[in-house]
Each structure stands twice: as structure tokens, then as C-alpha cells.
T-cell receptor, first 112, second 116 residues
Framework: ELKVEQNPLFLSMQEGKNYTIYCNYS?????LYWYRQDPGKSLESLFV?????AVKQEGRLMASLDTKARLSTLHITAAVHDLSATYFC????????????FGQGTRLTINP | DTGVSQDPRHKITKRGQNVTFRCDPI?????LYWYRQTLGQGPEFLTY????????KSRLLSDRFSAERPKGSFSTLEIQRTEQGDSAMYLC??????????????FGPGTRLTVL
């Protein structure tokens, strides 16, 4: 079964703190995607991770991929209120449609 | 705006009615996907087109659902005899053929369907 588990599902944190969201996936894949979704809005692509050990950073967000452990992480550094959103990870199977299989999402709330 | 567009943005209908949604992908993208997202969940794959050919359908896509992409441009998703369980956000995404983009999918704003 193709499955993605995110942890935690809900995260409330204070501005200035650091935290990590974890994403475990069920099958071999070398393509891992992170998306952001604001309430009532569509999904915005954040990162595409393509190989074991890949690390990408954009502002206060950093994503990494460990294909052997089937684990990706999204690390938030010195959180600010504007980062409040729901974050989804997804993987794709290389063959066929290359559809995305999404996790449940992590709802992140950053309090002043 | 050169992103993925969807129409309508919201649709309220009564149970048993038919509804049709439209998606216009980014113009140079030959791959088009439909996903469904219910409250508090991640999007779930429904179907995939490469150009005008529908190449994969999810088991979620019952006989009441049909999708088309004539001429490989815009796509439509029709739901016949809607049921309350069809209430969801329907998302369209597109991606280009170019290998270097690694199938990064760009999502439209979605159509929120409410079945009363």
C-alpha cells in the first residue's frame, strides 16, 4: 500500500523557536515533495528532493531526504507568524502517471 | 496570470444533480492531474492525462465520475448524480514533460463542491 505518515499532525509553537516535521513513506521512491497550503487556498510547491542525502533550504525552511530510511524532514528555524499553514509531504512513483501520494498534512500554528 | 486555473471556484448543488468542473493547465504542460481533498486530509489522486489520453484512473473514481481532455488542452471533470460524500475540494494540477522538472506539479486554486 502506498502510504505517507506525517508527524506531528498539529503543531503549535512560539515565534523564534525551532522545530521539525517528519515524513515517513512506504515504498521506494527518489522523489519527495513538500507543499504549503494556507486555509481555503491551493497548494504551493516548496521543495523537490531527488536523491538520498538531498538538502534544500529556502529562508527559514530546510528540507532533507533519507531514501534508505524512507524519511524526509522539514525543519523550521526561528519561526515567524507568516509560516503558519498546513504543510504536506508527498512522494511519487517514477513509473506510470507519477501521481503524488500525500500525507495527512501538519497544521502549523505560530504564536507571537 | 499564467498559472493553473479552475472554474468554478465554488459549487453548491443538490443531491442527484450533475456538475462539471473545468481546469486550464499551464499552457506548455502536457500532463494534467485531478485530485480530491476532503477536510483535514491530504489530496488523493483521481486521474491523469498525458496530452489528450487518460492514462490512469484511481479506484476512487466511480462510474459516476468522468473526465476528459479534448485536444490535450483544458480538462473537464463531471460528476453525475452527486451524493453528499462527493463534497470536497477538487484540485487540478499540471506538470511539463521536461525531464529536468522531475514532475513537479503545479496546482490550481481548486473547486469546492458542496452537495446538499
Amino acid at each position: 500500500e502506498l502510504k505517507v505518515e506525517q508527524n506531528p499532525l498539529f503543531l503549535s509553537m512560539q515565534e523564534g523557536k525551532n522545530y521539525t516535521i517528519y515524513c515517513n513513506y512506504s515504498t521506494t521512491s527518489d522523489r519527495l515533495y513538500w507543499y504549503r497550503q494556507d486555509p481555503g487556498k491551493s497548494l504551493e510547491s516548496l521543495f523537490v528532493l531527488l536523491s538520498n542525502g538531498a538538502v534544500k533550504q529556502e529562508g527559514r525552511l530546510m528540507a532533507s531526504l533519507d531514501t534508505k530510511a524512507r524519511l524526509s524532514t522539514l525543519h523550521i528555524t526561528a519561526a515567524v507568524h507568516d509560516l503558519s499553514a498546513t504543510y504536506f509531504c508527498a512522494f511519487s512513483i517514477i513509473q506510470g502517471a507519477q501521481k503524488l501520494v500525500f500525507g495527512q498534512g501538519t497544521r502549523l500554528t505560530i504564536n507571537p | 496570470d499564467t498559472g493553473v486555473s479552475q472554474d468554478p471556484r465554488h459549487k453548491i448543488t443538490k443531491r442527484g444533480q450533475n456538475v462539471t468542473f473545468r481546469c486550464d493547465p499551464i499552457s506548455e504542460h502536457n500532463r494534467l492531474y485531478w485530485y480530491r481533498q476532503t477536510l483535514g486530509q491530504g489530496p488523493e489522486f483521481l486521474t491523469y492525462f498525458q496530452n489528450e489520453a487518460q492514462l490512469e484512473k484511481s479506484r476512487l473514481l466511480s462510474d459516476r465520475f468522468s473526465a476528459e481532455r479534448p485536444k490535450g488542452s483544458f480538462s473537464t471533470l463531471e460528476i453525475q448524480r452527486t451524493e453528499q460524500g462527493d463534497s470536497a475540494m477538487y484540485l487540478c494540477a499540471s506538470s511539463p514533460r521536461v525531464r529536468q522538472t522531475y514532475n513537479e506539479q503545479f496546482f490550481g486554486p481548486g473547486t469546492r463542491l458542496t452537495v446538499l
